[in-house]
Nanobody, 126 residues
Framework: QVQLVESGGGLVQAGDSLRLSCAASGGTSSRYAMGWFRQAPGKEREFVATTSASGGSTNYPDSVKGRFTISRDNAKNTVYLQMNSLKPDDTGVYYC???????????????????WGQGTQVTVAS
């Protein structure tokens, strides 16, 4: 059983930066694709970023491309999401997810991931 714990959320102003962390334990997370999703009140969970098991390949939706960067340190079993030029539309609960049976960079749907963290709140004020 894999446990994921997110941290680093908070309240920031538009244009600010924030870095989220996701610490994994209880499994071989270095073999898993990892992703970040977010969910705003009243909206569906939305794909934000994904990285392959090695960290060598990443993918993003157009809404965050060029502003967000996902990375991972497999020695520390930790995945990061660096968020720059934040906008009020980036507000939501951010979730880390692990795909235990896939190691590539092309999982964009929430139902493709097997394990989830509890989420961390990001609020961007205008």
């Amino acid at each position: 059983q894999v446990q994921l714990v997110e941290s680093g959320g908070g309240l920031v102003q538009a244009g600010d930066s924030l870095r989220l962390s996701c610490a994994a334990s209880g499994g071989t997370s270095s073999r898993y694709a990892m992703g970040w999703f977010r969910q705003a009140p009243g909206k569906e969970r939305e794909f934000v970023a994904t990285t392959s098991a090695s960290g060598g390949s990443t993918n993003y939706p157009d809404s965050v491309k060029g502003r967000f960067t996902i990375s991972r340190d497999n020695a520390k079993n930790t995945v990061y999401l660096q968020m720059n030029s934040l906008k009020p539309d980036d507000t939501g609960v951010y979730y880390c997810a692990a795909a235990a049976y896939y190691s590539g960079p092309d999982y964009y749907r929430a139902d493709e991931y097997d394990y989830w963290g509890q989420g961390t709140q990001v609020t961007v004020a205008s």
